[in-house]
């Protein structure tokens, strides 16, 4: 009899390392497919971001044709690219403030350009964390 005791309880160990083996298993491969799934989310808005940054840019340069087209504009404007809005602002003293919007993800930049020269030079071009 007390063999089969021994048995049975190899066995059990046995039983419970498998299910904890295939817990461990399982838990890791869920882990590894959400990992997938949301990896493809961060390159969808890497995308975004850099497509954002490219309206932003363009802004910007609409906005110095604007300068260079009559050097005393001052004001704001709405730019539409293909349904997406850009607005770029255009202080005194040659700032320039741009932001723009796809989805969700948004870009502000703030240049600051020379009056002085026919080609309306870029002094500084920092993209800022929120719109001032």
């Known amino acids: 009899m007390p063999r089969k005791k ?4 190899r066995g059990f160990i046995a ?6 083996i295939s817990f ?11 990992t ?13 971001k850099e497509r954002v940054n490219a309206l932003a840019r363009g ?3 609409k906005a110095r044709l604007e300068l ?6 001052i004001g704001k404007k709405v730019v539409n690219v293909n349904s997406h809005d850009c607005e770029y602002a255009v202080f005194s003293g ?3 403030n741009t932001k723009s919007k796809i989805g969700n993800i948004y870009t502000y930049y703030e240049l600051y350009v020379d009056l002085n020269t026919p080609e309306i030079v870029i002094i500084s071009f920092e993209e800022l964390p929120i719109l001032p």
Request: proline content about 0%; charged content about 15%.
């Open 6 to 9: 021994t048995n049975l309880r």
């Open 15 to 20: 039983l419970v390392s498998v299910i904890i």
């Open 24 to 34: 461990i298993l399982v838990t890791g491969a869920i882990g590894l497919n959400f």
């Open 36 to 48: 997938g799934f949301y990896s493809r989310f961060n390159v969808l808005d890497s995308e975004t």
């Open 59 to 61: 802004c910007a340069e």
């Open 68 to 73: 260079a087209m009559d050097i005393n504009f």
């Open 94 to 96: 040659g700032k320039i």
